[in-house]
């Protein structure tokens, strides 16, 4: 089961990284939850796969399509997985360039639950802000 939660997780990296919303959308359960900490415009709980799916596309259009993840290494248990990730993106004339956190629960070959953690939640903030 890990190396299922394993390549789930790895596929939806492949899919954000090539922008093909409609595969990580395959990917996600119907009843997926987000949560993404800080003050900022973008942070608080989503709930559903409309409202996942609107996070991302939030941050997509706030960056002008600049955002990008790069995951630097990811593993997995029978019900977890943990991406290592870079987050980049640019707006407004500044850059974000931070590793983050990514916890998530995977569930019968879909993806249930994330917990974003960024590695500077005050810089998080204001660059969304």
């Not at 942070?43 to 799916?53: F, P, R, S, T």
């Not at 569930?107 to 204001?126: K, M």
């Amino acid at each position: 089961m890990a190396d299922t939660n394993l390549e789930v997780v790895r596929r939806a990296y492949d899919a954000l990284a090539a922008g093909d919303f409609g595969a990580l959308m395959a990917l996600l359960s119907d009843d997926v939850k987000a949560h993404v900490p800080g003050r900022s415009p973008v942070a608080g709980d989503y709930d559903g796969k409309e409202a996942v799916g609107g996070y991302v596309a939030t941050l997509a259009a706030l960056s002008g399509g600049t955002l990008r993840f790069e995951p630097h290494d990811v593993t997995a248990s029978e019900a977890h997985a943990v991406g290592l990730v870079r987050d980049l993106a640019e707006r407004d004339g500044r850059a974000l360039a931070m590793n983050n956190v990514h916890v998530w629960h995977v569930d019968s070959g879909l993806l249930r639950e994330i917990w974003i953690y960024p590695g500077d939640v005050y810089a998080w903030d204001e660059f969304w802000s």
